[in-house]
C-alpha cells in the first residue's frame, strides 16, 4: 500500500530538521525513531531524546497520500533519502510491518516499531510567561555565551545557558565558574522574575536551527518545561532545575586600567603561539605581559618550548604581567564578531574583563591562573 509518493526534498528537509537531537544508540530503541505522521494534507515529522523534542511538518497537496502514522530509524532513513539523486520522486509503503522506501530502481526496507509507543512530550500546564523576539537577536545571545558553560559539572545548573529578563533587558549568562559570559538586549517585558536554565544540548539544536534573520521566534515557559516555535518547526525541552549563581558579583567593576585590542590579529598572534602551548586542557596558559604600548603575547609547554609574539597598543600604565587560559581567549575570539575588544583589568591576581568599547550589551570574565 502507497502511503505517500513526492519529491524527495520534502520528506529530507524536515527531516534533517528533527535528526539532530537523535542518538543510534538509545536506552529505549523507539527513540532512535522518528515519529511520521501523515493527516491529509499535512506530513508531520517528530524525534525526541526523552528531554527535548523537535516537531516540523511540510504540506503538500492532497492526492491519493494515506493517513498514517509510524516510526522508523531517523538516521537510517536521512543516510537513504541523502544517498538519493536530488529532485527525485519518493515512495513511501508500509509492507509486512516494514517500511518501503521507493525511488527508481532503489529500493530500501525499515523497521517499524509501532507509533504510539512513542514517547510524544504534551505539557499540562498553563504557560507561566510567553514572549517573541527575532531570530537572529536569540541566536547573536546564545552565541555569545554556550561557549562559557560547563561540561558535565556536578553543579548541574552550570550545565545550561541562564535565559532571564531582569531591569527590562533579557540577559543570557553562561559560566564554568572560571569565566563568564554575559550578553543582553533590550525588551518591553515586565516580568523580572522570568528565568530559565536552558540545557547545553538545546542550546546546540537551537543555534543550528534558528535563522539569521528577523522571523519571529515565540516561547512560552513552562514550570519545568520551555517551548520555542519558529520558522514552522516547534522545540520543546525540559529547562535545569535550580538556582543559577548570582552572576552579577563575578562581573568586576574597578578594573580601572583598559586597552583596545584587533579582534583578528589578537586572534592570529594566540594562534600562532598556541602551537607551543601545553597539550592539557586545564594547563593551556598564555602569558600577557602588558607594557606602555605594547601587549607581549608568550607560551611555553612542558618541553621548555617557548613561543613569542607581540601587538601595538594604546597603553601607558604600570606593567602588568597576566596569565590566562588561552582556549577561554580563543573561545571568545572565535564567537563573538566584533572588530575590537575592551580589557580591563586591576592587578595580576584579579579577574580581567573584557567587553566591546562604549556598549554594555556584553561581558566576559576570565580568573587569571598560574603557570
Known amino acids: ?20 537531537i537523535v542518538e543510534r ?4 530503541p523507539i527513540l532512535s525513531n522518528v515519529y511520521i505522521q501523515n493527516h491529509d494534507d499535512e506530513l508531520r515529522f517528530l524525534t525526541s531524546d526523552s528531554e527535548m523534542q523537535i516537531e516540523t511538518a511540510f504540506v503538500h497537496k ?17 543516510d537513504i533519502l541523502r544517498s538519493l539523486d536530488p529532485d527525485t520522486d519518493v515512495s513511501l509503503l508500509r509492507k509486512d510491518e516494514k517500511l518501503q522506501i521507493k525511488s527508481g530502481n532503489s529500493q530500501f526496507s525499515l523497521q517499524i516499531l509501532p ?28 552565541t555569545k555565551v554556550q561557549y562559557a558553560i560547563a561540561e558535565q559539572d556536578i553543579r548541574y545548573f552550570l550545565n545550561g545557558v541562564l535565559l532571564s529578563v531582569q531591569n527590562r533587558e533579557l540577559v543570557t549568562v553562561g559560566t564554568d565558574t572560571h569565566r563568564l559570559a554575559f550578553a543582553s538586549t533590550p525588551t518591553q517585558l515586565n516580568e523580572d522574575n522570568l528565568s530559565v536554565i536552558l ?17 519571529p521566534v515565540n516561547i512560552k515557559i513552562f514550570p519545568k518545561r520551555v517551548m520555542l516555535s519558529f520558522s514552522g518547526i516547534e522545540l520543546v525541552s525540559k529547562v535545569i532545575d535550580g538556582q543559577y549563581p548570582n552572576f552579577n558579583r563575578a562581573i568586576p567593576t574597578q578594573n580601572d586600567k583598559t586597552f583596545d585590542l584587533d579582534r583578528l590579529s589578537f586572534l592570529h598572534v594566540l594562534q600562532r603561539v598556541s602551537i607551543l602551548s601545553n597539550s592539557n586542557e586545564l594547563l593551556r596558559g598564555v602569558r600577557l605581559l602588558i607594557t606602555r604600548d605594547k601587549l607581549c ?25 597576566y596569565s590566562l587560559n588561552i582556549t577561554y581567549l ?29 556598549r554594555d550589551d556584553f561581558k566576559y570574565v576570565i580568573m587569571p591562573m598560574r603557570i
Open 62 to 78: 492532497k492526492s491519493k497520500n494515506q493517513n498514517f502514522s509510524l516510526t522508523v530509524p531517523a538516521k537510517k532513513m536521512q
Open 330 to 358: 580563543m573561545d571568545l575570539l572565535n564567537n563573538v564578531s566584533t572588530d575590537t575588544f575592551r580589557l580591563a583589568f586591576a592587578d595580576a591576581s584579579s579577574s580581567v574583563l573584557i567587553t566591546i568599547p562604549d
Open 25 to 28: 544508540r538509545q536506552t529505549f
Open 297 to 321: 603575547v608568550i607560551c611555553k609547554n612542558a618541553e621548555q618550548e617557548e613561543a613569542y609574539d607581540e601587538i601595538a597598543i594604546s597603553y601607558d600604565g604600570n606593567e602588568i604581567d
Open 199 to 215: 540545557p547545553r544540548k538545546t542550546v546546540a539544536e537551537l543555534l543550528k536551527l534558528l535563522k539569521d534573520d528577523e522571523a
Open 1 to 20: 500500500m502507497i502511503l505517500i509518493k513526492t519529491n524527495r526534498d520534502n520528506l529530507i528537509k524536515p527531516l534533517q530538521i528533527v535528526t539532530g
Open 115 to 142: 507509533s504510539e509507543d512513542f514517547p510524544i512530550i504534551t505539557e499540562e500546564h498553563e504557560a507561566t510567561a510567553a514572549f517573541s523576539l527575532p531570530q537572529n537577536i536569540l541566536k547573536d545571545l546564545l
